[in-house]
């Protein structure tokens, strides 16, 4: 006995507005996100700045 199975593309769910609670962790997550600290070049030695390959002269 065999079957024939036809699928209907599942598609894309309709856009829902976000929720308060959302919308509240997402301004939480990008302030946390901006707090994360940066290298910054200029204050490396020059050892560390070859080791890490910006002195090759490619960037």
Known sequence: ??????????????FRELTVWQRLSHGIFRRR???VA??????????LKRDLGFLDGRC
């Open 1 to 14: 006995m065999s079957y024939a199975v036809q699928r209907e593309p599942a598609g894309t769910l309709p």
């Open 38 to 47: 940066r290298l910054d070049i200029a204050a490396l030695s020059d050892h």
């Open 33 to 35: 996100r901006a707090a």
